[in-house]
Nanobody
């Protein structure tokens, strides 16, 4: 199993940047694909970005392409989401999630961190 703890959220003006971090427990972090999801108030949770366990394969939802970058450091058991050119519509609770290779769904979740972008 893996436990996830996010940090780095906060309030930022439109056009600003934030870097989210997710610290994972356990000794098999490199066995997990990692992702960032977000859920805005009144909306369904959506996948923002995904990174394969070897960091060689990433995915971004269209609305964040060119602005967000997902990365991971397997030696530190961390995954990051660098968010640039933030927009008010990026306001949401951001969740870190882990999926063990071979499993279909993300089975491990952090508690979430609030990101608020003011106009």
């Amino acid at each position: 199993q893996v436990q996830l703890v996010e940090s780095g959220g906060g309030l930022v003006q439109a056009g600003g940047s934030l870097r989210l971090s997710c610290a994972a427990s356990g000794r098999t972090f490199s066995s997990y694909a990692m992702a960032w999801f977000r859920q805005a108030s009144g909306k369904e949770r959506e996948l923002v970005a995904h990174i394969h366990r070897s960091a060689g394969d990433t995915y971004y939802t269209d609305s964040v392409k060119g602005r967000f970058t997902i990365s991971r450091d397997n030696a530190k058991n961390k995954v990051y989401l660098q968010m640039n050119s933030l927009k008010p519509e990026d306001t949401a609770v951001y969740y870190c999630a882990a999926r063990l290779v071979g499993q279909a769904a993300y089975g491990y979740w952090g508690q979430g961190t609030q990101v608020t972008v003011s106009a």
